[in-house]
């Protein structure tokens, strides 16, 4: 009665149970004659076949037969207990058979018929309504079952060893697979036949518990699988009994998609199609189900084609199957299993059958044909069938621990397998502990370890957790007995840098007083992406590097190779050295900001000393930097790349920002502004605090000073800080990172390079402010991502800055035009504060074209600049078409990544380069009557970041500062003016951003909370609470 096609016909809807604890469970050996050591029939199918004769001490009489031994006693005496009692089932297996078929003709139907009654009897007993319902189906009729049956068959190849148990016997039918009763029967059958696992409840708890059980045990290996919809397949699925048992258990993980149920019996597959219909309620519908006749032996004749699945389940189908036929049903499932895709497996447990079953039992099984192919399966090694065709086994267990203890003491076993995935980056992420380690006292006594402490450092727990990217790896190292912890990012790029670790001295492993030294190291990929190496120069001593590879052998596993090289040879000196590490989880590594909040919430950065230092770290990185910033620039195409007169103003922002931080720290004491009468002693006080972990967003038009200048004013607020560079610049990028790294190896501060998945990440950690400077598009997403967290954010744009050219003498107009081309040039128009389009006088419209225009033709060559990439260049290119018109001087062919430097003389002003900010050495001039339409230009547009006004008139420079709105007002200066105090903010406004972010105390504040505080020196209550009310006429009269 035992398969996969029993099914039932209603599932009680209980919440789901803890999935068992795996082990790994070991057989206990039988008696050396192979009989069983104790015979513990489990449940009504063992139970059935239990009384037979003692064919044991027959098999020991045999055995010790003079003939016997001399001719095979060598060989006997090699065999396992297992392997000796199969050995028997075969001998006798010849002589059961003849014997059945020396009886009557109707004897072994008449055997099967009993047993079947003695089931259903029991059965009863139990409170399963086997008769009932088996009735209930076959009432609808033969015809409408025969209809339906007609319906489902599809053409399929039905193989030998199947044909013989659809039209001949097998468990109590004389036509088990092909026969209308045994699919009627299957419901019930199956609550019956594992109820002795659960004896404590229901037949249906009972069923559910171990489905549920085994399901639980393969979805958690799903993994990632989650986020998508899944395709699932039940091989051999009978009536549907495993099938809706999946279905539910995908339903209550969450997941989504269809699920396959496949069998050869068209009759079974009828009535799981019936009972589909019936029970469809009892489920969300979020798992699609159907039922296919099929051959599970070939399911692309289902439609199933290879690597189309991620799950796929076999439920007691191969202790029905030859020996070879499992095996070929193994690789049928990793065919169709996409990489990762998981297989379940559920059967009979030959550990427990063969201890605790006597041969006669055994033998009597298969020569009634209640399982025709059992002696087979018996010996059948599911994990090494499953290696063999491609799979890595993940479990080996059996049901409910808490009734068995281990698994040969279970009658069932479960494996789950999984198709091995191609390993790629994501496979390092995740969490990773010590395994063994092989010849690591030869690293110790290389290292100089006092040979003392060689088992302690062998044995030494050992923590990894990795986050790999293409070019780096972040590592989070614990070494807890050393207590060591470490986080770092590395950059497997094959350049030399400070390393994270200081060579080792004897002082970590004994009393010894020597001090640790800073060594160097470099990271490069040996096979991308499994196996990356690290290069410690010099770590055990002059002229001996350490190279240490680690090696993914799989998701699970991972190798480390240690050998210490001769530096100039490369020649092995030590090793190899092995250390194996084991995955403990799959979760990346705490995030930076979690990281930084941490030690945020130590207080570490309120004092002053914390800042005073932190800035001249912060001023440090640059100063003693500066070759190596410009040179990093000019890779990436930054204009202008030399950092020397960015340095100067870091310099001063330093002495500016370490002269004043002792009083800005200090508390402020607002007056009062309550009556007398309504005053409690006490005093005011508005206390600046950090506000906690910052992120800095910088551009690429400035990829290291618009990083460094906003830290500062993070860090003299007492904030820790998160950069993230721009990508667009990635020279800098990663020439910030290992700077940073450098200057702050206490990790205050963290670069995190990358794009928009990496901000995303980041804001949504949360952090405690954001500065983003860049374009408006991008201001309005982070502004979105900001939202979700209430995160306060300032914003440095840009916009279409203004500048407005009055009438003025040729000298004057001269300075005018010098400062407006010679910006634009230097720059190439890619800076925030750059002039965007000029309103010039009409009186001196035409001068002032001239001279723009003999300004341009005069840097020959170098009106061509070269803008940050391609990509920008294409969008500004796009902004002249159709204007070459008013093109002055005419633009020629240039590369892709160039832009010329050219005026367009009255555009449009509905065109797009009018409408966008350019960003680029493009320059639209547009002619006004004077300052009042120049005035009226600026405010009917969006607020600019600076509006520039050059004129002699003071009555101009008044109305501009009225009359307009910009973030920044430059009346006869230019923008490297504006950028020279630092006791003034500099910010925008509306469409050019908010808050005062880049420097001063204004950054000071911006990035400080300004808490208030009231003391009062004796309790001071509320009038709605313990204050009493105020004396009547108060407040009246002087």
Not at 139 to 152: K, V
Not at 332 to 346: D, H, I, K, Q, S
Not at 583 to 606: H, I, Q, W, Y
Not at 858 to 871: C, H
Request: aromatic share 8%; proline share 6%; hydrophobic share 40%.
């Amino acid at each position: 009665i035992l398969r996969s096609s029993m099914g039932q016909r209603n599932c009680v809807n209980r919440p789901p149970i803890e999935a068992a604890t795996v082990h790994s469970g070991q057989a206990a050996p039988a008696s050396a004659s192979g009989a069983a050591g104790s015979t513990k029939a489990q449940g009504q199918v063992q139970q059935a076949f239990a009384q037979q004769a003692d064919w044991e001490s027959v098999w020991d009489t045999v055995l010790e037969h003079k003939v016997v031994q001399d001719e095979y006693g060598s060989f006997l005496s090699g065999l396992t207990s297992e392997a000796g009692k199969i050995l028997q089932v075969r001998t006798l297996l010849p002589l059961a058979k003849a014997s059945y078929a020396a009886k009557p003709a109707g004897a072994l139907p008449a055997k099967r018929a009993g047993i079947l009654e003695g089931y259903k009897g029991f059965a009863a007993k139990k409170g399963i309504d086997w008769k009932g319902s088996a009735a209930s189906l076959e009432q609808r009729g033969p015809a409408i079952w025969e209809a339906e049956r007609a319906a489902i068959r599809r053409k399929v190849d039905m193989p030998d060893y199947y044909r013989a148990c659809y039209e001949g016997p097998i468990h109590s039918y004389n036509c088990g697979n092909g026969e209308w009763s045994a699919a009627f029967d299957a419901p019930s059958a199956y609550l019956l036949v594992h109820l002795h696992h659960y004896p404590a409840v229901s037949p249906q708890e009972a069923f559910d518990a171990l489905h549920e059980e085994f399901d639980q045990l393969a979805l958690k290996h799903l993994g990632a699988s989650m986020d998508r919809p899944l395709r699932c397949l039940d091989m051999g699925c009978g009536v549907g009994t495993s099938t809706f048992s999946t279905r539910r258990s995908l339903e209550r993980a969450g997941h989504k998609g269809k699920l396959t149920g496949v069998d050869l019996s068209d009759y079974f597959i009828t009535v799981a199609k019936h009972i589909q219909k019936e029970r469809e309620q009892e489920f969300k519908g979020t798992i699609a189900l159907e039922f296919l006749h099929g051959n599970a032996l070939d399911v692309k004749n289902c439609g199933f084609e290879d690597g189309s699945l991620d799950l796929v389940m076999i439920s007691e189908v191969t202790h029905e199957m030859p020996k070879a036929v499992s095996e070929s049903l193994f690789k049928e499932a990793a065919r169709v299993l996409a990489p990762g895709g998981v297989l379940g497996y559920l059967d009979l447990n030959p550990a427990q059958i063969l201890k605790e079953n006597q041969i006669g039992a055994l033998v009597d099984r298969v020569a009634t044909c209640n399982e025709p192919y059992f002696d087979q399966y018996l010996e059948l090694d599911c994990a090494a069938a499953m290696e063999a065709a491609g799979f890595q086994v993940l479990e080996k267990t059996w049901p409910h621990h808490a009734k068995y203890s281990s698994l040969e003491s279970c009658s069932l076993r479960i494996l789950v397998a999984k198709k091995p995935v191609d390993l790629q980056l994501d496979a390092w992420t995740g969490s990773w502990a010590l395994d063994r380690r092989e010849n690591w006292p030869a690293y110790l006594e290389a290292l100089g370890v006092p040979q003392a402490a060689w088992e302690e450092a062998e044995k030494s727990p050992d923590f990894h957790e990795y986050l790999v990217k293409e070019d780096s790896f972040f590592l989070d190292h614990r070494i807890p007995s050393r207590d060591k912890h470490m986080r770092y990012t590395a950059y497997l790029d094959d350049v030399w840098e400070v390393s994270a670790y200081q060579k080792p001295t004897a002082k970590e492993f004994s009393d010894e007083a020597t001090e640790a030294k800073q060594t160097m190291w470099k990271h490069r990929w040996v096979k991308k992406p499994t196996i990356m190496e690290t290069i410690l120069g010099e770590f055990v001593g002059p002229g001996k590097d350490v190279s240490l590879q680690r090696e993914l052998i799989s998701l699970d596993e991972m190798k480390m190779t240690v050998n210490v090289l001769e530096k100039d040879t490369g020649k092995v000196l030590v090793g190899p050295c092995y250390t194996w590490m084991k995955r403990t989880g799959n979760a990346a590594p705490k995030s930076v900001v979690s990281e930084l909040r941490e030690r945020f919430n130590t207080g570490v950065s309120r004092s002053l000393e914390w800042r005073l230092k932190a800035l001249d770290q912060a001023g440090n990185l640059v100063l003693e930097n500066v070759d190596a910033l410009s040179a990093a620039q000019a890779k990436d195409h930054v204009s202008p790349s030399n950092m020397m007169g960015a340095a100067m103003m870091v310099k001063g922002a330093v002495g500016f920002y370490k002269g004043n931080l002792p009083a800005w720290m200090e508390s402020t004491k607002p007056a009062e502004t309550l009556p007398p009468f309504m005053q409690t002693e006490g005093e005011w006080e508005v206390v600046p605090e950090p506000k906690g972990v910052g992120l800095v967003i910088a551009p690429w038009n400035a990829p290291a000073l618009l990083c460094i200048l906003p830290l500062m004013g993070m860090l003299a607020a007492g904030n820790l800080c998160v950069i993230k560079p721009s990508e667009a610049a990635p020279a800098t990028s990663r020439l910030i990172a290992r700077l940073i790294a450098k200057y702050f190896p206490d990790r205050e501060v963290v670069v995190e390079e990358g794009g928009r998945e990496i901000v995303q990440e980041i804001i949504g950690s949360p952090v405690d402010h954001i500065l983003f400077t860049g374009g408006g598009e991008v201001a309005k997403k982070i502004m979105c991502l900001a939202s979700q967290h209430l995160t306060p954010v300032s914003l440095e744009l840009g916009g279409k800055n203004p500048c407005f050219v009055d009438a003025a003498d040729s000298e004057q107009l001269a300075l005018y035009v010098a400062e407006i081309i010679g910006t634009k040039s230097y720059f190439g128009g890619q800076f925030c504060q750059a002039q965007d389009y000029c309103l010039v006088h009409e009186k001196v419209f035409d001068e002032f074209v001239r001279l723009c225009e003999e300004k341009i033709s005069a840097l020959g060559e170098k009106r061509t600049i070269q803008l940050i990439n391609a990509t920008h260049a294409k969008r500004v290119k796009s902004l002249q078409e159709g204007m070459e018109h008013c093109a002055r001087p005419e633009v020629s062919s240039v590369p892709e990544d160039c832009v010329q430097l050219t005026l367009f003389v009255e555009p449009p002003k509905d065109s797009a380069i009018m409408e966008q900010e350019i960003f680029g050495p493009l320059l639209p001039i547009l002619r006004v009557t004077g300052e009042e339409e120049a005035m009226a230009f600026v405010v009917g547009r969006p607020k600019p970041l600076v509006a520039y006004c050059y004129s002699p008139n003071a009555d101009a420079w008044a109305l501009f500062r009225d009359k307009t709105s910009s973030g920044n007002l430059a009346v006869n200066c230019g923008p490297q003016r504006m950028q020279s105090n630092f006791n003034v903010g500099f910010g925008g406004v509306g469409d050019s951003g908010f808050g005062h972010s880049i420097w001063g105390k204004a950054a000071f504040d911006d990035y400080s909370h300004h808490k208030t505080v009231f003391k009062g020196k004796k309790f001071g209550g509320s009038v709605w609470g313990a204050s009493p009310p105020p004396p009547k006429g108060a407040g009246k009269g002087k």
